[in-house]
T-cell receptor
Framework: KAGVTQTPRYLIKTRGQQVTLSCSPI?????VSWYQQTPGQGLQFLFE???????NKGNFPGRFSGRQFSNSRSEMNVSTLELGDSALYLC????????????FGPGTRLTVL | KQEVTQIPAALSVPEGENLVLNCSFT??????LQWFRQDPGKGLTSLLL?????REQTSGRLNASLDKSSGRSTLYIAASQPGDSATYLC????????FGTGTSLTVIP
């Protein structure tokens, strides 16, 4: 069965712009989580959506937002981009009940110039 | 707040050696612990998941153990191969997933 897909794979933006990243979970999975990975901070949790509702949120500013659609696909949006937002953004999906195993997508590499 | 630490940060071993990677966490109130590998610039590949009620899980040459009371998990890799070279990450699930800092493994042919 198909794995987690993320689009686009690579993105270059300039400071002040906004960006939208997309994640399609494994079929049947209802939970999607987003993470930011940087060399200095490692992997940090952004937020988790389950059945179109944000269930958990990490410690990121309000410029980072997300949503989930009825088919479980999720998008995350970053507004007013800063240089420090350059990172690999990873999403993961799971069944969402009893905190099951998470499966990660290949990530979106965002570069902010 | 949960803190997850992995030791060592980097490890270099000759091919064929057995090795152990360590993961420690500060809050024992976890639902599960998951081990991943990550190749450079790529996403994470799930290796093993240990539920909080379990003590260990095995998959092929990999064996992971969990001791919740002491806040520790180990990943044992038997008969290492050059293809095992990657960064290994552990993650514990409490109210959210907390990732460790990773161990960068190099297996020398």
């Amino acid at each position: 069965k198909a794995g987690v897909t993320q689009t686009p794979r690579y993105l270059i933006k300039t400071r002040g712009q906004q960006v939208t990243l997309s994640c399609s979970p494994i079929s049947g999975h209802r939970s999607v989580s987003w993470y930011q990975q940087t060399p200095g901070q490692g992997l940090q949790f952004l937020f988790e959506y389950f059945s179109e509702t944000q269930r958990n949120k990490g410690n990121f500013p309000g410029r980072f937002s997300g949503r989930q659609f009825s088919n479980s696909r999720s998008e995350m949006n970053v507004s007013t981009l800063e240089l420090g937002d350059s990172a690999l953004y990873l999403c993961a999906s799971s069944w969402g009940t009893d905190y099951n195993e998470q499966f990660f997508g290949p990530g979106t590499r965002l570069t902010v110039l | 707040k949960q803190e997850v630490t992995q030791i060592p940060a980097a490890l270099s071993v000759p091919e064929g050696e057995n090795l152990v990677l360590n993961c420690s966490f500060t809050d024992s109130a976890i639902y599960n612990l998951q081990w991943f590998r990550q190749d450079p610039g790529k996403g994470l590949t799930s290796l093993l998941l240990i539920q909080s009620s379990q003590r260990e899980q095995t998959s092929g040459r990999l064996n992971a153990s969990l001791d919740k009371s002491s806040g520790r998990s180990t990943l044992y890799i038997a008969a290492s191969q050059p293809g095992d070279s990657a960064t290994y990450l552990c993650a514990v699930l409490g109210n959210q997933f907390y990732f460790g800092t990773g161990t960068s493994l190099t297996v020398i042919p």
